[in-house]
């Protein structure tokens, strides 16, 4: 069970004066939690079958502006409901919020008690029904990496961001000393999502100043992305609740590190054999892998709006920071952006390092499992393995440079518009286009560097 609670363990909680409070979220666009928190007596009562939502929810952008020009929600159609429906095998404890318990919902429409197709817990649903029809069962894991500042939230909205002050002053990959600095929210985060059932393998300092990362153990794909929506609540949660403040931006300043979120992917059959691994194959990579490997090479650029979603998440790939800038393959190669871990092993698997820190896990799971699919269905032929410094491999398959360019990719792409529906594909490149055009009315604070003076 990917939760840790069932329906009548809450009950026995509630009525022993544990939890009073239950978060009953969705997931938006943007791969946040949307939601309510009730009152857990009125949960275990009934509140668990379904509540609302205004339906603007899958169309806002990040300030929650009312963004014209989605089919689903508009003024002109008067912005009504959606059912909100939990799910109840989601239901845990939340260690870190007293008397807390959440669950995470599917969204439905109001009248057909459909799911909304544009609903990214429901775009990945599609994508895993798939895999399981085809006789493979997905398994994932979304690495996280953040940083950590000195700052409150409260702090940066008074003074501005002006003043953000990472929690160390030096990169700190792997050091153990930092990070023994830091353990007032990493074991909190830790424990907390431990004791909410989220199987949490480490945590570690990163290649910058202030950066960290938390892996946790790869489960299957839904149960993954449920796990790293809350992982990212429960981050900012703690931090808040010790003064400090963490950002899951791709690069949040020109000069730092990015934050990645790689994505490991494996297939198994349901008897639980690994579909990826053939030990007489000179890596271990079996002919399965192999295909899905190039579906999804096949696929990168059309899909890369998904692991990369914002203007700012294009800033993320440049030369020499550890971020891919070319969607090839390659075996233990951090300079790729499909990197081929556990070769040899039952653990052989494709790790994608393309998508940042701000991807919609649901998404960027749903896209690359779409690909992967793709490839198998088709038989693909795997293309011949790039070694060395991919930075400078001239003739390579690019990444794209910026959102738009994304965006036309996703939009002209034939393989995605059949993958997830014209529909889903038209509101997600609708999204990526308002982003670019919120953007580029954006005058910004190096604009002002640069010309305040000069110009
Ligand atoms: P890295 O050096 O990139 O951090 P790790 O060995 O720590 O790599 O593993 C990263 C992630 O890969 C972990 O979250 C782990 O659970 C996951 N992982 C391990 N085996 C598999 C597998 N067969 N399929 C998918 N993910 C896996």
């Given at each position: 069970m990917p939760g840790n609670l069932t329906l009548d363990a809450l009950r026995e909680a509630v009525d022993a004066g544990e939890i009073d409070t239950v978060i009953v979220a969705a997931i938006d666009m943007q791969g946040r939690l949307m939601g309510k928190r009730f009152h857990a007596a009125h949960f275990v009562d009934g509140g668990w079958r379904e509540t609302h939502c205004c339906n603007?929810?899958?169309?806002?952008?990040?300030?929650?502006?009312?963004?014209?020009?989605?089919?689903?929600?508009?003024?002109?159609?008067?912005?009504?409901?959606?059912?909100?429906?939990?799910d109840l095998s989601t239901l845990r404890r939340v260690p870190w919020l007293e008397g807390t318990a959440l669950v995470l919902c599917d969204i439905l429409?109001?009248?057909?008690?459909?799911?909304?197709?544009?609903?990214?817990?429901?775009?990945?649903?599609?994508?895993?029904?798939?895999?399981?029809?085809?006789?493979?069962?997905?398994?994932?894991?979304?690495?996280?990496?953040?940083?950590?500042?000195?700052?409150?939230?409260?702090?940066?909205?008074d003074q501005g961001t002006g003043g953000l002050t990472p929690i160390s002053a030096y990169n700190e990959d792997y050091h153990i000393f930092q990070t023994t600095k830091e353990e007032a929210l990493m074991r909190s985060l830790r424990n907390g999502l431990y004791g909410s059932?989220?199987?949490?393998?480490?945590?570690?300092?990163?290649?910058?100043?202030?950066?960290?990362?938390?892996?946790?153990?790869?489960?299957?794909?839904?149960?993954?992305?449920?796990?790293?929506?809350?992982?990212?609540?429960?981050?900012?949660?703690?931090?808040?609740?010790?003064?400090?403040?963490?950002?899951?931006?791709?690069?949040?300043?020109?000069?730092?590190?990015?934050?990645?979120?790689?994505?490991?992917?494996?297939?198994?059959?349901?008897?639980?054999?690994?579909?990826?691994?053939?030990?007489?194959?000179?890596?271990?990579?079996?002919?399965?892998?192999?295909?899905?490997?190039?579906?999804?090479?096949a696929h990168a650029r059309d899909l890369t709006l998904f692991l990369a979603p914002y203007v700012n998440s294009y800033k993320r790939f440049t030369v020499g920071l550890f971020a891919p800038t070319k969607a090839v393959w390659s075996r233990d190669n951090r300079t790729a952006g499909f990197r081929i871990c556990g070769e040899g092993t039952k653990a052989v698997r494709v790790e994608c390092r393309i998508g940042g820190s701000d991807l919609n896990p649901y998404l960027a799971c749903a896209a690359l499992l779409a690909a992967g699919l793709d490839g198998i269905e088709k038989k693909m032929d795997l293309e011949p393995e790039l070694r060395?410094?991919?930075?400078?491999?001239?003739?390579?398959?690019e990444i794209p440079k910026t959102l738009r360019e994304a965006a036309d990719l996703a939009k002209a792409s034939d393989w995605l518009r059949a993958a997830f529906g014209a529909e889903v594909v038209d509101h997600y490149v609708h999204a990526a286009r308002w982003e670019v055009s919120e953007s580029e009315r954006a005058v910004t604070d190096w604009d002002l560097r640069r010309g305040l003076e000069r110009a």
């Open positions: 603007y929810l899958l169309t806002v952008d990040m300030e929650m502006h009312t963004v014209p020009g989605y089919s689903t929600a508009s003024w002109e159609k008067g912005y009504g409901d959606y059912t909100v429906k939990p429409d109001h009248l057909t008690h459909e799911e909304v197709p544009q609903s990214p817990r429901a775009i990945l649903k599609r994508q895993v029904a798939r895999a399981r029809a085809m006789g493979f069962e997905p398994m994932m894991a979304t690495e996280l990496e953040f940083y950590v500042f000195e700052n409150s939230y409260d702090a940066l909205r059932g989220i199987v949490v393998e480490n945590t570690k300092g990163e290649a910058d100043s202030g950066q960290a990362e938390i892996n946790v153990r790869y489960t299957d794909a839904l149960e993954m992305a449920d796990a790293h929506v809350i992982i990212k609540n429960a981050t900012k949660e703690i931090a808040h609740s010790i003064g400090k403040s963490v950002t899951f931006m791709a690069k949040y300043a020109t000069e730092k590190a990015g934050s990645s979120s790689h994505v490991h992917q494996s297939l198994w059959t349901p008897d639980g054999a690994a579909a990826f691994h053939d030990p007489a194959d000179a890596h271990g990579m079996s002919e399965v892998m192999k295909q899905y490997l190039a579906g999804q090479l060395g410094d991919m930075y400078h491999a001239e003739a390579a398959r």
